[in-house]
């Protein structure tokens, strides 16, 4: 089996809960799992296709490692640390937030070696595009810009506009080309599923935006609806996942992936754009 020169980052998959604060957390074993979204692990799991692979056991309801290190509470409740989910359940106990030392040890442990280990990986040698892989609730939840509002199947972010292409004062995570070429492969895999979109809901996060900036190999941050293998209309309580359908989006989903690059290659774009 052909080797891909991609990087593949699961920063969401993990349930772990930590013993520092193991008895502080408040959320149920379906919540916890519900929030971590550990199908991205079987979603994405291409470790024997691609050159680098990346993911993590921790949750993100403990850890988010694609958030900001200084995006800290009470400012940001949604930020590294979670006071609450996105659904405004609470996380932890009433008064037993982790402290500040509790919480450097956390992103001592967690947060820092993950993103080491990227830097460590993102080697020009061996990868070329590297991919932060996630899926999305089917509709947006309650203070979000999309609240209420159903999410195409897909979306793909680079930080750039609806068509992927670099916005005033802002730098794009990989060429609008390859966006659009992977927008397009998207759509050939998933034709009649639903919307394949660009930037929308979502724009890529804080791992797509540091690593690039950092290395300047192009990222895209994957969003795939949870409509394709979930039901329980997006209620932790009533989730349950159908194994084939996940499977099925997996090979989907690489398949695309495959077709875009393959594309690239035939055309010299994976080259050409690179070096721009």
């Not at 793909?156 to 670099?166: E, I």
Request: glycine share 10%; hydrophobic share 35%; net charge negative.
């Amino acid at each position: 089996m052909r080797e891909y020169p991609f990087l593949i980052s699961i920063p969401h998959g993990g349930i772990q809960v930590p013993a520092d604060v193991s008895e502080l957390v408040c959320l149920t074993q379906a919540e916890l799992v519900f929030y971590s979204d550990p199908a991205t692990r079987a979603l994405y799991r291409f470790h024997d296709r691609v050159a680098s692979f990346l993911d993590t056991d921790i949750s993100r309801m403990i850890v988010d490692l694609n958030r900001a290190p200084y995006h800290l509470p009470p400012k940001h409740p949604d930020g590294v640390i979670k006071q609450k989910t996105v659904f405004g359940t609470p996380v932890y106990k009433q008064g037993s937030f982790p402290d500040i030392r509790i919480i450097h040890r956390l992103l001592m442990e967690h947060y820092f070696p993950y993103h080491a280990a990227i830097d460590q990986l993102l080697d020009p040698g061996r990868v070329t595009f590297a991919l932060d892989c996630h899926s999305m609730l089917p509709y947006g939840p309650p203070g979000h810009r999309d609240a209420g509002v159903a999410r195409p199947v897909i979306c793909l972010g680079n930080n750039g506009d609806t068509q992927g292409r670099q916005r005033p004062g802002s730098l794009s995570t990989c060429p609008s080309g390859w966006n659009q070429a992977l927008a397009g492969a998207f759509r050939e895999e998933f034709s009649g599923e639903g919307e394949v979109a660009i930037n929308r809901p979502f724009s890529g996060g804080f791992i797509t935006n540091a690593h690039f900036w950092h290395k300047g190999i192009p990222w895209i941050q994957i969003e795939v609806n949870r409509n394709l293998y979930e039901s329980g209309g997006g209620d932790p309580a009533f989730s349950v996942i159908d194994q084939e359908n996940l499977n099925f989006t997996g090979e989907c989903i690489w398949n695309a992936l495959c077709s875009f690059w393959d594309g690239l290659e035939t055309t010299g774009d994976c080259i050409e754009e690179t070096i721009r």
